[in-house]
Structures are given as C-alpha cells and as structure tokens.
C-alpha cells in the first residue's frame, strides 16, 4: 500500500484532495459537498464563538456522513502595545474620513487562540469530528494526545522544516506543508522568526526526507495537474483553498468574486496590515495605503484585523470592495466557477489526463 492509500484509507477518503478550511469562506454546505464527493471538505472556527462551531459541526453532519476537517487558530495571544495600536489608527484615519466616520478610540483582540480555549477543546471531544487541523502553531502535546485518543486524526501546517519537526514531535498525524503561494495566511509558528518562504514543491522534498508523516501539500494547487505535480513530489494529498472561492457553496462575497474573475487576481501580495501577520490576498487600496513608505507596523494579530474589518464594513455600506481581505494564491488566475461537486470530478479528470 502507498502512502497515498494509507493516508485515503485511514480517512477513509476516496480521493487525495482536501478543500482548505478558509475562514470566512468555507461553508458546511462546501465542506459537505467536497467530502460527499470523495475528498475531505474543511471548515474553520477560529473566527466564530463555540456556539457557532458547534452550530457549523451540527449543519455539516445534517449534509453528510462522510469524514471532514475542523481548522483552529493556534496563535499566540496578541501583544497589545497602546502606541503602537494609536499609531496604527492615527495613519489609517484619513480612511476611516474618506468613509464619513470616525476612527475608533480603540481594537478588540477579535479571535480568541484555540491555545487557552477550553470551551472549543472542549466541543471537539464531545462531537469528535474525523479531522481536526492546526494553523499559526500546536496546542499542548496533552491536548493533541486526547484529540487522538477520542478517535480524531489530527493535522498541523508548517512552512519550514524546523515546524515540521515541532509537528512530528507534538504527536500529530500528518503535516499540511504550506508553501509561500499559498492565499490566506503563512502558517508560521513565531511571525518574528526568520521565514526562508519556500515554495511549495521546495518544501515537499525538503520534508519528504526529514519525516515519516503523511504530507498534504498546500500552496498554489489550482488544478489537477497541479494536484498530481505534488503527488509525484511526495505528497499523500493536496489541499486547495483558492479553487474553491468560486463555488456556489463559498460564503465569498460579491467583491470578493469580482476580482477574482478579474485581471487582479493576477496581482496578489503577502501583507501583514490586513490582520497583523502576513497572508497573501490580492492587491486593492487598503493594502497600498498601509504599506505606502513611512507607514507604521500594524497593530499585532488579530488586533489589526479589527480595524480591517471596521473599514471594510464601512466601505461595504457604499458598495465599495477596495478594503476587504480577498485572499488567494498565486495561482489565483486558474480559478473557476462551478459548484464543488463538479470541481472535484474536473480535478480528478485533469489528475487522470
């Protein structure tokens, strides 16, 4: 059995594909649909209350009993500096102007982390769901053990090989390695870290010497072709997020698909003054204004963030898409429009072709 197979078959998956759990785009009716269709669909919680993770779980199950992935929010808690968070409003306020209102006297540190979560830890081995993936770092290797032991198999991105090892040492089950032309946010355990930025396929035959563990690669895989390019490069899986922003099944907004049917999907950046740590969206006026020179660092994740979507909200009510997080990967031209179902069964034709 390859490790392929042996990855398929303790998911009991039909098909190495996992739909990427994006945060804000990822629906249980997409992630039912994806694991329906033989590959693991993925939600993620991070951004929402328990309430509303358990409602997410609880409409997943209600569309299908096949296997699927729940992603938490590893970060360490935000590093609040009230300088640096009042400077960080002082230059955005000419936006916040341009939009007729005030700039908020303050921000909220808006996701609570998954490492002091008891309640979300907590949700998770009561409804054992299949899969449950880790981003920006782990939580304890006690917390790991009793997710494994309640019978769920476990996931952790890593962006080098030094997380990698962090990864296999902490006792998960399998390695997302995510590449640096990945959409969304970089995985990276400590963001003051030096990043090498591998690629996708760097990083797969760097870890495919280095580790035991099953890897999923992550990080500009838009198509099948792209699907078995990592395969062949040591992969047991491949995870798409970008693909999957066009589905009918995307809570994506209307901007957000705009400009992914657009020439600026062309254009994507790696930024951290969206959120306060770096993720990859493509370019619109938010961006260029905060990294114009001379601007401050941003307030610290997700701190920054609050502010974000403070102006997006605003700029929404005026029908104007140039201040929301559009994440996408490089790969974000090759996107197409077709409900889930039908993506996974083109991705498997072009894999076969």
């Known amino acids: 059995m390859t490790s392929i197979e042996r990855f398929l078959d303790r998911l009991g998956l039909r098909f190495p594909i996992i739909q990427a759990p994006m945060a804000g785009v990822s629906t249980p009716r997409m992630a039912a649909a994806v694991s329906h269709a033989g590959g693991l669909g993925s939600l993620a919680i991070g951004a929402g209350t328990v309430a509303q993770a358990r409602q997410m779980i609880v409409d997943t199950r209600a569309l299908t009993d096949k296997p699927f992935n ?3 929010f590893c970060h360490a808690p935000a590093v609040r500096d009230v300088h640096r968070e009042a400077a960080w409003l002082a230059h955005l306020a000419p936006l916040f102007a341009e939009l007729g209102a005030a700039v908020p006297v303050a921000l909220d540190e808006i996701y609570p982390t998954f490492l002091g979560d008891e309640a979300a830890f907590e949700l998770l081995l009561e409804l054992r769901p299949a899969v449950v993936s880790f981003h920006f770092g782990l939580p304890s290797t006690e917390k790991i053990a009793a997710l494994r032991q309640a019978g769920i198999y476990t996931l952790a991105t890593a962006t080098s090989v030094r997380e990698a090892i962090l990864i296999e040492q902490a006792g998960v089950d399998a390695i997302v390695a995510q590449g640096v032309e990945a959409g969304g946010h970089r995985g990276v355990f400590d963001p003051q870290a030096p990043d090498e930025r591998h690629s996708t396929g760097v990083l797969l035959r760097l870890l495919a010497g280095r580790t035991a563990l099953p890897l999923i690669a992550a990080g500009g895989i838009m198509d099948g072709q792209g699907i078995r390019a990592a395969l062949d490069l040591g992969a047991a899986a491949a995870q798409l997020g970008t693909a999957f922003v066009l589905c009918p099944e995307s809570a ?8 992914l049917h657009s020439e600026r999907a062309a254009s994507t950046r790696l930024t951290a003054t969206l959120s306060g740590r770096l993720a990859r969206g493509i370019d619109n006026r938010f961006i260029e204004y905060a990294e114009a020179p001379g601007s401050p660092a941003p307030a610290d994740y997700p701190v ?13 009510q005026h029908g104007n898409s140039e201040f929301g997080a559009y994440w996408a990967g490089q790969g974000a031209p090759l996107a197409r429009a077709m409900p889930a179902a039908q993506l996974i069964s083109t991705l498997l034709g072009e894999m076969a072709a």
Do not use: E
């Open 304 to 316: 920054a963030y609050d502010a974000a979507k403070r102006l997006n909200a605003l700029a929404s």
């Open 70 to 72: 729940i992603n938490v």
């Open 252 to 259: 994506a907004n209307a901007g957000y698909r705009a400009k």
